[in-house]
């Protein structure tokens, strides 16, 4: 039941960001007819794949955040802070140097093996390191995006690329329109596979040796689980640029509500990241109407400040 109530209020959401913008398009104009060639135009080319991007982008990058903390089993790891998003980054970097007109699923591929790597080599130094501290980990994620970030823009100021690493940077909604969003169902997709294999990524969580014991491949599993979390990464980075916090905190706050079954949280996580994204976006697009403040501002400040509160709740908890 109260998952329905979340889809309901995420499709509350969806159709008010249809409705907010400079064009003036009201919903008792569009059930009446009263709307003219351009306010149509402007709902089908720009309102509305803005909308589909915002529910696409959403729910791949919340979903991916909960499988990289199921796979890593930490709880503060997620893409943005375990070198993947940076990764992914560096990965576009390269191919807008060297091949600059290859086709947009082309870059993003190459992205997405950056991704890969990235995350291949994270989750390498954690296993070389001995100590595994509940805020260790993500410290390592933080100083690894951090390095690969450095090298990233040095080489993008020496090649004068530094406004393009900017707007990958900046994850922003506002030039989505008709065309330019379509490779985000990728990342609806893999939400999907995510959770028809919700169950095998809960148990190669718990490690190698349980996962063997119970007779389930520990390495297709985790190549699994490492193939979404790069793909959605790099789509998303490709499509609207980075979208910060959106995989820690929504992960998070849902397992506060509905527990640790990642089988039970996938459809939460989905709905209530979607439902955040819509509702950081509404607020960017109303608060200096008619200018737009980037969903990546909105969201670092609230999710900033959500992190705080859950590192602080971890250490209240934890024992003396």
């Keep these: ?32 007819g009263r709307i003219d060639d351009r306010q149509w135009q402007v709902l ?9 991007a915002l529910i696409l982008a959403g729910c791949a990058t919340a979903v991916a955040g909960l499988v990289m903390q199921i796979i890593v089993r930490n709880r503060f790891v997620e893409p943005s802070t375990a070198g993947t998003v940076e990764a992914a980054g560096l990965g576009l970097l390269v191919v807008t140097l060297f091949a600059p007109g290859m086709p947009l699923m082309g870059k993003m591929l190459v992205a997405a093996a950056f991704a ?19 805020l260790m980990v993500p410290l390592i994620g933080i100083m690894l995006g951090g390095v690969i970030g450095a090298g990233t823009t040095f080489f993008a100021y020496r090649f004068d690329l530094l406004p393009s690493l ?23 997709a893999l939400t999907l596979a995510a959770y028809a294999a919700a169950d095998r990524l809960t148990v190669a969580g718990m490690g190698k040796d349980f996962t063997t014991n119970l007779g ?24 609207v640029g980075m979208i910060p916090f ?7 706050i849902v397992s506060l509500i509905v527990g640790d079954n990642m089988r039970r949280a996938v459809p939460w996580v989905a709905v209530s990241g979607a439902g955040f994204v819509l509702a950081c976006d509404i607020v960017g697009r109303t608060i200096r109407a008619p200018y737009e403040i980037p969903i990546s501002t909105t969201l670092g400040v609230v999710g900033s400040v959500i992190f705080l509160f859950l590192l602080l709740r971890t250490r209240h908890h934890a024992p003396a």
């Design 1 to 32: 039941m109260r998952l329905v109530l979340a889809i309901a209020v995420t499709a509350l959401l969806a159709v008010i960001s249809l409705f907010v913008g400079v064009t003036e398009i009201t919903p008792a104009d569009l059930l009446a």
């Design 44 to 52: 089908m080319a720009a309102r509305v794949p803005r909308t589909l």
């Design 116 to 134: 890969l790597a990235g995350t291949a080599l994270f989750l390498r130094i954690l296993r070389m390191v001995p100590l595994r501290d509940v």
């Design 166 to 188: 900017g707007a990958w940077s900046m994850g922003d909604f506002s030039g989505i329109l008709r065309g330019r969003y379509e490779l985000l169902w990728i990342g609806g």
């Design 216 to 239: 389930l491949g520990y390495r297709p599993t985790m190549a699994l689980a490492l193939v979404i979390v790069a793909l959605v990464s790099a789509v998303v980075l490709v499509s």
């Design 246 to 252: 959106l995989g820690l905190i929504v992960p998070n």
